[in-house]
Nanobody, 118 residues
Framework: QVQLVESGGGLVQAGGSLRLSCATSGRTFSVYTMGWFRQAPGKEREFVARIEWSSTTYYADSVKGRFTISRDNAKNAVYLQMDSLKPEDTAVYYC????????????WGQGTQVTVSS
């Protein structure tokens, strides 16, 4: 009932920046939390950042001070500004949302590849 499409991934050198976007459609009126996750080859998917409807944010320690999550409730979109990128940031990045009253992330996008060269 909620579709998510990520965009903005690509290849950048260490120290560079990328801005990821996630567009949502469908029954978006119950969306509360919007988050970003990533999965590197051979590793488990990990939490990157989340933002609530009120714009309260939380970041993984590995990206604090470098990444910024934001949302546009009118456009039903969420963004991830990534600065000072490191090779270890290389992964497929996924957008996901929670649907009230459920607390888990119920809908996920297809992912967008981010590759950071050294």
């Amino acid at each position: 009932q909620v579709q998510l499409v990520e965009s903005g991934g690509g290849l950048v050198q260490a120290g560079g920046s990328l801005r990821l976007s996630c567009a949502t459609s469908g029954r978006t009126f119950s969306v509360y939390t919007m988050g970003w996750f990533r999965q590197a080859p051979g590793k488990e998917r990990e939490f990157v950042a989340r933002i609530e409807w009120s714009s309260t944010t939380y970041y993984a320690d590995s990206v604090k001070g470098r990444f910024t999550i934001s949302r546009d409730n009118a456009k039903n979109a969420v963004y991830l500004q990534m600065d000072s990128l490191k090779p270890e940031d290389t992964a497929v990045y996924y957008c996901a949302v929670t649907i009230l009253p459920r607390g888990e992330y119920a809908y996920w996008g297809q992912g967008t590849q981010v590759t950071v060269s050294s």
